[in-house]
């Protein structure tokens, strides 16, 4: 029996070690690159997404620095492709690669973008943000008419902004720093880092208009703390009525995940009512050792 029993741990043991293995290196992948232009002068603030090879599904965001490098950490395995643009350049997509246990690190052929061409006669011109726009002192991410905006909630949204990270508890940090303020419409919203995953876990990103990130808050900011801002700005909503949403989401990982939320809002002329219900059971496992 006694044995058994030893044997019984021993496997149990080793199952253990194996799913902390394989977690670990399902995200360490790591990739980067440069984009130039045709005379090889390298881009800042070149906007380059991470793409699925497969359907070209964004996975994240960046922004080039000053000497027109970018890199992606914590990538999971998988096959991936790379676009870079730049306002009045053409789009570039980098050849498909794949991020593998053996292959974790890797370097992208330089992106050369070529000046886009346009012809003004007889054709209306309608501009367009671009998804990552650089200013002086915030990075912005517009939302709205974007591939982000239809399918996916909040949370889903700031995980592939540039800078943002989420942990397994959905804890937001910006650029490695935790105790990141996160302001609706400029608002502090005065919620734990869990009440905050739930509200942002049942906020539709179509209701979003764009998300500012803001790594070095300037002095009027002092109050919200020097970790960074982000503040989601909201679609404004002129339209006099009553609307909602109800969520239902679950999982299973070690133990069954469930998440109900249910949002109302109306609006009667200049006054706006706002209301909302969040439940989630998110139970976790620790291993003693």
């Given at each position: 029996?006694?044995?058994?029993?030893?044997?019984?741990?021993?496997?149990?043991?080793?199952?253990?070690?194996?799913?902390?293995?394989?977690?670990?290196?399902?995200?360490?992948?790591?990739?980067?690159?440069?984009?130039?232009?045709?005379?090889?002068?390298?881009?800042?603030?070149a906007?380059?997404?991470?793409?699925?090879?497969?359907?070209?599904?964004?996975?994240?965001?960046?922004l080039?620095?000053?000497k027109?490098?970018y890199?992606f950490?914590?990538?999971?395995?998988?096959?991936?492709?790379?676009?870079?643009?730049?306002?009045?350049y053409k789009?570039?997509?980098?050849?498909?690669?794949?991020?593998?246990?053996?292959?974790?690190?890797?370097?992208?052929?330089?992106?050369?973008?070529t000046?886009?061409?346009?012809q003004?006669?007889?054709?209306?011109?309608?501009?367009?943000?671009?998804?990552?726009?650089?200013?002086i002192?915030k990075?912005?991410?517009?939302?709205?008419?974007?591939?982000?905006?239809?399918?996916?909630?909040?949370?889903?949204?700031?995980?592939?902004?540039?800078?943002?990270?989420?942990?397994?508890?959905?804890?937001?940090?910006?650029?490695?720093?935790?105790?990141?303020?996160v302001?609706?419409?400029?608002?502090?919203?005065?919620?734990?880092?869990?009440?905050?995953?739930?509200?942002?876990?049942?906020?539709?990103?179509?209701?979003?208009?764009?998300?500012?990130?803001?790594?070095?808050?300037?002095?009027?900011?002092?109050?919200a703390?020097?970790?960074?801002?982000?503040?989601?700005?909201?679609?404004?909503?002129r339209?006099?009525?009553?609307?909602?949403?109800?969520?239902?989401?679950?999982?299973?990982?070690?133990?069954?995940?469930?998440?109900?939320?249910?949002?109302?809002?109306?609006?009667?002329?200049?006054?706006?009512?706002?209301?909302?219900?969040?439940?989630?059971?998110?139970?976790?496992?620790?291993?003693?050792?």
């Amino acid at each position: 029996m006694k044995k058994l029993f030893t044997l019984t741990m021993l496997l149990l043991s080793t199952i253990f070690w194996a799913e902390e293995k394989v977690s670990a290196q399902t995200k360490n992948g790591q990739i980067s690159g440069f984009v130039a232009d045709a005379q090889q002068k390298l881009l800042d603030y070149a906007t380059v997404t991470l793409l699925k090879a497969k359907d070209s599904t964004l996975i994240k965001g960046a922004l080039t620095d000053d000497k027109g490098r970018y890199q992606f950490t914590n990538v999971a395995a998988g096959s991936y492709l790379i676009s870079a643009s730049v306002i009045n350049y053409k789009k570039v997509f980098s050849k498909p690669f794949t991020i593998s246990e053996n292959n974790a690190v890797f370097t992208i052929e330089k992106l050369v973008l070529t000046a886009a061409t346009q012809q003004l006669k007889g054709v209306s011109i309608v501009a367009q943000k671009p998804l990552i726009e650089h200013q002086i002192d915030k990075t912005v991410l517009n939302v709205a008419n974007s591939v982000l905006a239809a399918g996916n909630s909040a949370l889903e949204i700031l995980q592939k902004a540039p800078g943002v990270t989420l942990d397994k508890d959905d804890n937001i940090s910006l650029k490695g720093k935790q105790g990141v303020t996160v302001m609706i419409d400029g608002k502090l919203t005065y919620l734990s880092s869990a009440q905050l995953a739930t509200l942002l876990r049942s906020t539709d990103g179509n209701s979003i208009q764009s998300i500012e990130i803001i790594t070095n808050p300037s002095a009027k900011y002092d109050a919200a703390g020097n970790s960074g801002i982000i503040n989601i700005k909201m679609k404004k909503n002129r339209a006099s009525g009553t609307n909602g949403s109800l969520i239902l989401a679950g999982g299973y990982g070690a133990y069954p995940r469930t998440s109900e939320s249910l949002t109302l809002n109306h609006k009667e002329g200049k006054f706006n009512f706002f209301g909302s219900y969040n439940h989630g059971n998110r139970q976790q496992r620790n291993d003693l050792n």
